[in-house]
């Protein structure tokens, strides 16, 4: 005679999918142990992407993305790299995921999903490497500032030995310069004096021929220079009258100074204190004498 088992302790079928149904006998469901079993299959839930998927969808909004953005470089680049970081982010959570079905499908999804990443590896552009003039514009302002300080430390002792070079030529050493004036000095044969001007060892001495006639020879002395390279000072002269009284004057240049020397019918002789201020005035309004 077959005897009937007791169905109290076999465990429902719908505790596989859902909570277990309650029972009458709290101790019964204990000992069942319904808790801790595991579902066989995984919970209905919506179907997840694959990588197929995935890379059709990206491919699709690269391209709408390259229709909208012609013309416009810089979003079309921030749009794509976008693209790229959402795309390896979605690849990598779905691989995390565990996919159900056989290994053959997994294979054929694989396959469907390798000619989407060439074409992705194939639309990357290469990195752009930062070139050198695309540096800090506080590099080129130094930069620039070197090559003039170079340039000034080379060309300030060019120009001071060009500069001594042609004083050698007109001068010669020790400076030496000569000029002829009617000056009113025993200029009765219509020849006029003969004028020497020196800069011997920084002594700088004037020497008259009145009338061009050396025993008649007149000596002014000047003043003495001492700077480093006080001989090579070029001494010059020129004549203007400068105190109204219709005799020419003589005047002694060298450094930017102008010596005034008066001249009294029969010599030259320096200036007196009274006489300063209408020789200044004049030389104010002469500056080129």
Partial sequence: MPVLEATDRLTPKSALRHRPLQSESGS???????ESVEPVAQRASRPRPT?????????????????????QTGSKRSLRGAG?????????????RPTTGTRGEQRGQAAGAAPAREAKTTGKRAPQTRRWFQAHPLLYLGLGMLCMLLLWCLLLPLISWGQTTLDDLRYGRPRTFQIDAFVGHNEAAGIP????????????????LPGGDPAHARIYSGPQLYDPDASLVPVTLSFADVNGDHKPDMLVHFQGTRLVFINDGSAFRPLRPDERPAVLQYLEHHPNL
């Avoid at 795309?87 to 995390?96: F, H, K, M, P, Y």
């Fill in 84 to 96: 790229q970081t959402t795309g390896g982010s979605r690849a990598t959570l779905t691989a995390d």
């Fill in 51 to 71: 990588l197929a998927d995935v890379a059709s969808e990206e491919i699709a909004e690269w391209r709408r993305v390259e229709i909208k953005g012609e013309g």
């Fill in 28 to 34: 019964e469901r204990a000992a069942g142990s319904v």
């Fill in 193 to 208: 004096s003969h004028f020497i001007a020196l800069n011997l060892n920084g002594h700088i001495e004037i020497i008259e």
